[in-house]
């Protein structure tokens, strides 16, 4: 493919005339220093390089094998002609991921050094300079160090062998088809390209819920083409990793237990990590997901989750693996009568006592919020409830909630604040950033995770504009200080150029869009609402009366879940202050939480003055006129954007403003069925 659409952010395009010649000067001879024909990760950079500029410069490069002759250096910083060109106290600031971009003046002329201190700092730092011309940045006095913020960057596939994706909403698996690896790896290795752009460097290539045939992706039968893959994402610094079984021992390996504690069962386990290694030496480790959701595991034994993970994180220690295990366990078969059981409660109540007990190689992944991906949840209390452990944040870059990439929901605003979310498990400052880099509690792992929203159609993201997701998501875990504004206006600058007027409409449309998404679906923090099983579309009851714990308790007088210590289920205890009494107070918790956190009368008034009631139909009658304006604003691009792109954004924009009507009304009859209370403005309600 070379439509713009699948060079998503590797697209370069030509730079005008005045630009290209302010940089020419700069990146028209390069030397690359170091062993390239004999390190991957060197040869994927200096590529990278190449085809970078000549296609913004128009003009091909030269390589020179005289570092003088050069006016650009690419290398690691040992290497002596860098090493010449760089201070040494500078030099010392570059982390083994970590890079700098200067421009220096030798022997009389000005040069650029590209430089890290391993192959894939020398990478990313490629990548940076190739994206400081893709926004027309300048390069003639460069000064960058940059490092990153979170040690594991990683991509989650839910992608299954058959080729279907788990929640997936651009097509089918890049990896798998008919239950075997696609033999054909040429659009996995353009995939680690994309990655690799944002500086991501792991990926799991299978579901967390490990079925028949991928349960035995860590045996001989597939080792051979697992290793095939890991070798791709190896060029670009990407560790690959899988999902593993937990029942594995018995399923794959004919055991009768998988019991974390017995001694045959360890044995396979580590008879498994020494056949991987020996297929692929730089493996990552296992993910799992285990007594979550009907899937195996140590709980069925007696056993506790670390255990269960121990056993595993001691298998792959010998060879530098590690292991991480989700938080996502809950009892997902509820009964909707018994009010004492909160779903929100359970990943804290299972992992906070055994806090200290995990491995130094066990990472524990916990989803941002405490239910499951919501359009507003409030930040999970485990991120302030472990301070001896290993964690890592869980984030769902693809859409299963938020409009399946029919409706356009950018969600990297969301993820600022959780990321800046501040837990005050030490004090002041204590914000999630800080928790999963590791840097709070000082732990030795940590790092972001997030589940893919690619498939393999062309444009790999179905709504073209949910590609944005994907990049800030990279952009994020490499540098979670970066704003939401810097993100989106790089990103659209990338994709669509630099026009002004393309630049703001985008940027605004993205960075409003949650709001708006937000407007016309489940309102003011209580989630669901969506049809069961797919989750696409409103159900305002649809799982009201189910087994798996996300109710609202809506009834004539009012709505909302009750999670208070006083007379709720006692969640708010979960967090730290002042967090607790905050939640804990109806007059204090902020409006777009209240129903999560407090069962109120439709006729409560919110801190913005409006009554529950008139604030459902007020943002539900706006969130429809918002995602008809986005299709306005589409269009009021025309003619600036390839008709192919743009066609094909404006089919999904057209789609979510009709989508959203159906949210609008399913809603708004609900509320006003249940409450008997008329819209001030009396508009339409069915
Ligand atoms: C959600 C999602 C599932 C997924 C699960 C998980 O419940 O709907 O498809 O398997 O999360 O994160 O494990």
Redesign the pocket.
């Known amino acids: 493919y070379a439509s713009t659409a699948y060079q998503a952010w590797l697209r370069y395009e030509k730079l005008p005339a005045e630009l290209a010649e302010a940089y020419v000067q700069l990146c028209s001879k390069i030397y690359a220093a170091g062993n390239v024909a004999e390190d991957p990760v060197l040869r994927s950079a200096q590529e990278e390089l190449l085809e970078g500029l000549q296609a913004m410069l128009g003009q091909q490069p030269e390589l020179t094998d005289t570092a003088g002759d050069a006016a650009l250096l690419a290398g690691t910083l040992d290497e002596p002609e860098i090493a010449g060109l760089i201070d040494k106290d500078e030099a010392a600031k570059v982390d083994e991921e970590g890079y700098l971009l200067h421009t220096v003046i030798s022997g009389g002329s000005r040069k650029l050094v590209i430089a890290g201190t391993t192959s894939k700092g020398v990478l990313y730092g490629v990548f940076h300079f190739l994206r400081i011309l893709q926004t027309r940045g300048r390069i003639d006095n460069l000064s960058v160090i940059e490092n990153p913020a979170n040690k594991l960057r990683m991509i989650n596939h839910?992608d299954n062998m058959d080729g279907s994706i788990?929640?997936g909403y651009a097509g089918e698996s890049i990896f798998y088809r008919d239950h075997a690896f696609i033999e054909d790896l040429s659009r996995i290795r353009d995939y680690a390209r994309l990655m690799a752009a944002v500086q991501l460097n792991a990926v799991v290539i299978n579901?967390?819920?490990v079925h028949e045939t991928e349960t035995k992706l860590i045996t001989k039968e597939f080792l051979p083409q697992v290793a095939r893959v890991a070798e791709v994402f190896r060029a670009y610094g990407i560790r690959l990793y899988l999902s593993i079984n937990f029942a594995a021992p018995i399923q794959a390996g004919g055991l009768e237990t998988a019991d974390p504690l017995d001694p045959q069962v360890r044995r396979w386990w580590q008879d498994r990590a020494k056949e991987i290694y020996e297929h692929v030496p730089d493996f990552g480790g296992f993910l799992v997901?285990a007594d979550?959701?009907h899937?195996p595991g140590p709980f069925t034994y007696g056993r506790d989750h670390a255990d269960g993970a121990n056993m595993l994180a001691e298998a792959l220690e010998p060879y530098g693996g590690i292991v991480i295990w989700?938080c996502?366990v809950y009892n997902c078969m509820q009964d909707w009568r018994d009010r004492s059981t909160d779903r929100a409660k359970a990943a804290y109540d299972h992992f906070r006592p055994l806090d200290g007990r995990f491995h130094e190689r066990v990472i524990l992944q916990i989803?941002n919020g405490p239910m499951?991906?919501q359009v507003r949840e409030p930040v999970s209390p485990l991120f302030g409830g472990l301070t001896r452990t290993n964690q890592m944040l869980?984030l769902?870059i693809t859409q299963?909630y938020t409009g399946q990439q029919i409706h356009l929901c950018y969600l990297v605003p969301q993820w600022k604040e959780v990321v800046d979310f501040d837990t005050y498990a030490a004090g002041e400052g204590s914000t999630v950033a800080r928790t999963v880099s590791g840097e709070l509690f000082n732990r030795p792992l940590g790092g972001f995770a997030g589940?893919a929203n690619i498939g393999n159609d062309e444009n790999w993201t179905g709504h073209l504009l949910a590609q944005a997701n994907f990049y800030g998501y990279g952009r994020l875990a490499w540098k979670p200080t970066l704003t939401s504004e810097e993100i989106t206006d790089e990103w659209v600058r990338i994709t669509f150029g630099h026009d002004p007027q393309v630049v703001e409409t985008i940027s605004r449309m993205l960075l409003e869009s949650w709001s708006i998404y937000e407007n016309y679906t489940a309102p003011l923090g209580v989630g669901w609402m969506v049809n069961p099983g797919h989750?696409y579309g409103p159900n305002v009851d649809g799982y009201e009366y189910s087994r798996w714990g996300t109710y609202h308790f809506a009834d004539c007088h009012g709505i909302g879940v009750d999670r208070t210590v006083k007379t709720g289920t006692g969640y708010t205890a979960q967090y730290h202050e002042p967090h607790a009494s905050r939640y804990e107070s109806l007059e204090e918790c902020p409006d777009e939480l209240l129903l999560f956190f407090h069962h109120v009368p439709y006729t409560h008034v919110l801190h913005s003055g409006k009554t529950v009631i008139q604030h459902i139909y007020d943002t539900h009658f706006e969130g429809v006129e918002q995602a008809a304006e986005l299709v306005e604003r589409w269009r009021s691009l025309e003619g600036k954007i390839d008709a192919e792109r743009y066609e094909s954004v404006l089919e999904r924009l057209l789609e979510q403003a009709e989508h959203a009507k159906e949210w609008r009304d399913v809603i708004n009859t609900y509320f006003y069925r249940k409450s008997g209370i008329a819209d001030q403005h009396g508009r339409k309600i069915y």
Do not use: I, L, T, Y
Request: neutral net charge; aromatic residues 16%.
């Open positions: 839910w788990e929640r579901n967390v819920n997901k979550s959701e899937r989700r996502f989803k499951d991906f869980e769902q299963e589940v989750h």
